[in-house]
């Protein structure tokens, strides 16, 4: 079968109208960066790179040596393409704007450089997630304020997940699809068109230990979960925790599940344990896009007027039947 690269995907969108040069060198120019992320992640010890940087995080969590990597990977990858106003990233407090010397384009770039990556020194799959949004009108020199629109307002979101393959998942509006890294050719192969979750599933993944914490609505709902087929549901379900974000969601993505980070004691002060921006509006757009629903447990996470750039938010998302049965549960209390 002839073999279909990300560069012939995105040249047939921009062809059909649904994305502009610009998008597509935006995209292109995260694909290259994620898979020389993906070649540091892959060297681990190799190439010294594990272990802490012995520096912090906007969000006070230790930076990995790789955190600092993948985030400077993306930041100079992008810088000088054109197609960018400013980037917003999980590892950096403020915008960083684009060096002068560049010329500016009318996107936003916002990204969580590696997620999960507590799971690099143990050798667990671990991502890199990211959404567009499009420079307000008038926003010459981007500020906080230019990035703080809801998730509806993307106009592309996706992930790698360097995995035992290296896929890179995107969608520009238009389905969910999945490319595979051939890593002697060095692309994106085209592997999964219109990836689509399952309304119904058998599958949950939750940080069970927080379970002490957790809300009525969710102590219920996982209640009855456990109780399998002799509670209310009828049938037994399965659990998984991969504690990486981009391997659970994209477990989802590929068979079905729910994946909850909801609102517990612990994280209630902060809002809850994911950031909106990079992590939660990007994975709300691809799992609707695949069919799926994504809320706070009280609302769209689309719809979230987002207040400050590392906001954080409760998550409740993937296959429809299951996430629209405990979002009903929170309206119930
Ligand atoms: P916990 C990784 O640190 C992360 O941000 C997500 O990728 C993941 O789903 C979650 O936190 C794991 O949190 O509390 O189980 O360690």
Not at 180 to 198: K, Q, V
């Amino acid at each position: 079968m002839r073999r279909v690269t990300l560069t012939q995907f995105l040249i047939e969108q921009q062809r059909a109208g649904r994305i502009t040069a610009d998008l597509r060198l935006l995209i292109e120019v995260v694909a290259r960066a994620v898979k020389a992320i993906s070649v540091n992640v892959s060297k681990g010890a190799l190439a010294g790179v594990l272990g802490e940087a012995g520096t912090d995080n906007v969000q006070g969590e230790a930076q990995k040596k790789l955190d600092v990597i993948a985030n400077e990977i993306l930041l100079q990858a992008n810088e000088w393409g054109g197609h960018l106003a400013a980037m917003a990233s999980e590892e950096v407090e403020t915008v960083h704007q684009i060096p002068f010397d560049y010329p500016k384009g009318g996107f936003l770039l916002l990204f969580d450089p590696l997620d999960g990556s507590s799971n690099i020194d143990v050798n667990i799959s671990v991502g890199t997630i990211f959404s567009v949004l499009r420079n307000p009108p008038g926003g010459e020199q981007p500020t906080e304020a230019s990035f703080l629109q809801p998730g509806r307002e993307q106009v592309a979101a996706g992930y790698a997940v360097y995995g035992p393959s290296t896929q890179f998942v995107l969608t520009v509006g238009q389905g969910v699809h999945a490319f595979t890294l051939d890593r002697e050719m060095g692309s994106f192969i085209y592997t999964h068109p219109f990836m689509s979750i399952p309304e119904e599933t058998r599958e949950y993944a939750i940080n069970a230990s927080n379970a002490r914490f957790w809300e009525k609505p969710v102590q219920r709902y996982i209640d009855e979960l456990q109780q399998g087929k002799t509670g209310p549901r009828g049938v037994d379900f399965n659990m998984r925790w991969v504690a990486s974000m981009v391997s659970d969601v994209h477990r989802i993505l590929t068979r079905g599940g729910i994946f909850m980070y909801p609102l517990d004691e612990k994280c209630r002060d902060k809002g809850g344990k994911l950031r909106l921006m990079y992590e939660a509006n990007p994975m709300a757009m691809l799992v609707e896009q695949a069919g799926g629903a994504a809320t706070t447990g009280r609302e769209r996470i689309l719809d979230v007027q987002p207040r400050e750039l590392h906001q954080r938010v409760p998550v409740i998302l993937g296959s429809k039947a299951e996430v629209e049965r405990v979002t009903e549960y929170h309206r119930e209390t």
